[in-house]
Structures are given as structure tokens and as C-alpha cells.
T-cell receptor
Framework: GNSVTQMEGPVTLSEEAFLTINCTYT??????LFWYVQYPGEGLQLLLK?????DKGSNKGFEATYRKETTSFHLEKGSVQVSDSAVYFC????????????FGAGTRLFVKA | KAGVTQTPRYLIKTRGQQVTLSCSPI?????VSWYQQTPGQGLQFLFEYFSETQRNKGNFPGRFSGRQFSNSRSEMNVSTLELGDSALYLC?????????????FGQGTRLTVV
């Protein structure tokens, strides 16, 4: 079946540090891949997406590349800020059959000033 | 453009009662999905509606049901509430055009069952 595995948190970084949150997936075919972010008390916001192999999604300094050969979609940011503290979810949507999205468990990020 | 609107934001119900949650999607979005978020189970898919028809369903008991109206607004209902139904219920809408696919989420309804 389809599933998403992402690194457990929490991840604690100092401001301006480099961030990587690992995400791997299992799916048949070529799913669309997403990163969502959830701030306290809020719903999920789409951070970036990629719809085919080798696509790079980017937004607000965050990047992730769709790697079919390693079934991965790791999230990176070169210099984190305190305001990036949140929970990050990796997700996939299988091709065809509707808009069901499958989420990873989430990784909580704390950024210290 | 207004985002996804969920009402109410907070609910407290007693075990055994039933509850109805409402979701208004982004204008033009015809797909509406519901998710349950708990600390233990994370984000779990409940069901998806498209053009008033349930298109996908997750692994939840029949106490969880939903519907979609002709204006794409959706409701979900939980009957005979259990303590374990306490969760944040998130609604998401998606545009179903060729470049669509990502889900846009509302702020959620926090349900507490006592």
C-alpha cells in the first residue's frame, strides 16, 4: 500500500542552522509529493509540492526534490529562523482515484534564538 | 479568495451524543476531504467527497459519516461519541483541474468528548 515515513522529532536547531528532515515513501506509480507545515493551533498549510520525478519544489527558502530512485522527498532549508518552529508533514497523493492524501507522522522543529 | 472555513472551532460533547461538523471549501473546489488528527495516530483520512458522492473512505467505523451538498459544502457526523473520538478534525478542499491536487486545509474543529 501507500505510506510515508519521516524522521522522528523533535529536531532542535539554533537560528541560521541548516535543516534537513528526511522523508521516504512507498507507493505504486508516480504519486504527487507534498510538504505541509502546521503552526500551533492551526490547520495545515501547503509548503511545497512536486508532481513528477526530479521536480524540485521550493517556497520560503525550503526545498525538496522528488527522487524516484530512492523514493525520497527530503525537506531542506539553508538557514532556519525562530519563526520556522512548527510541525512539518511529508505527504503523498496517489495518482488517480481522487484526492486522498496520505501523511507521515510529522516532525516537530524547534529553532532557538 | 476565502480559505476553507470550518465551524465550529471548538466543541465539547458528552459520550454517547452525536455531533455534526461543517466545512465550506474554497470557491470552485469540488473535492472535500476530512481527516482526524490525534497525538497518537497522527493524521488519518476519513473520507473524500466529490460532486456530492463519496469517492474514497478511510478505515473508520460506520459511526463516522459525511455528506456533500450541491454547493460543495460538506458536513461530517459522528454518532454515539466515544472518548477516543476526541481529536482535531480537519477539512481540506482541492481543485480538480489538471494542475490541481494539493489539499488546502481549514483551521479545524477541536472536538472534546467527556
Amino acid at each position: 500500500g501507500n505510506s510515508v515515513t519521516q524522521m522522528e522529532g523533535p529536531v532542535t536547531l539554533s537560528e541560521e542552522a541548516f535543516l534537513t528532515i528526511n522523508c521516504t515513501y512507498t507507493a505504486t506509480g508516480y504519486p504527487s509529493l507534498f510538504w505541509y507545515v502546521q503552526y500551533p493551533g492551526e490547520g495545515l498549510q501547503l509548503l511545497l509540492k512536486a508532481t513528477k520525478a526530479d521536480d524540485k519544489g521550493s517556497n520560503k527558502g525550503f526545498e525538496a526534490t522528488y527522487r524516484k530512485e530512492t523514493t525520497s522527498f527530503h525537506l531542506e532549508k539553508g538557514s532556519v529562523q525562530v519563526s520556522d518552529s512548527a510541525v512539518y508533514f511529508c505527504a503523498l497523493r496517489p495518482k488517480g482515484g481522487g484526492f486522498k492524501t496520505i501523511f507521515g507522522a510529522g516532525t516537530r522543529l524547534f529553532v532557538k534564538a | 479568495k476565502a480559505g476553507v472555513t470550518q465551524t465550529p472551532r471548538y466543541l465539547i460533547k458528552t459520550r454517547g451524543q452525536q455531533v455534526t461538523l461543517s466545512c465550506s471549501p474554497i470557491s470552485g473546489h469540488r473535492s472535500v476531504s476530512w481527516y482526524q488528527q490525534t497525538p497518537g495516530q497522527g493524521l488519518q483520512f476519513l473520507f473524500e467527497y466529490f460532486s456530492e458522492t463519496q469517492r474514497n473512505k478511510g478505515n473508520f467505523p460506520g459511526r463516522f459519516s459525511g455528506r456533500q451538498f450541491s454547493n460543495s459544502r460538506s458536513e461530517m457526523n459522528v454518532s454515539t461519541l466515544e472518548l477516543g473520538d476526541s481529536a482535531l478534525y480537519l477539512c481540506a478542499s482541492s481543485w480538480t483541474g489538471p494542475t490541481g491536487g494539493e489539499a488546502f486545509f481549514g483551521q479545524g474543529t477541536r472536538l472534546t468528548v467527556v
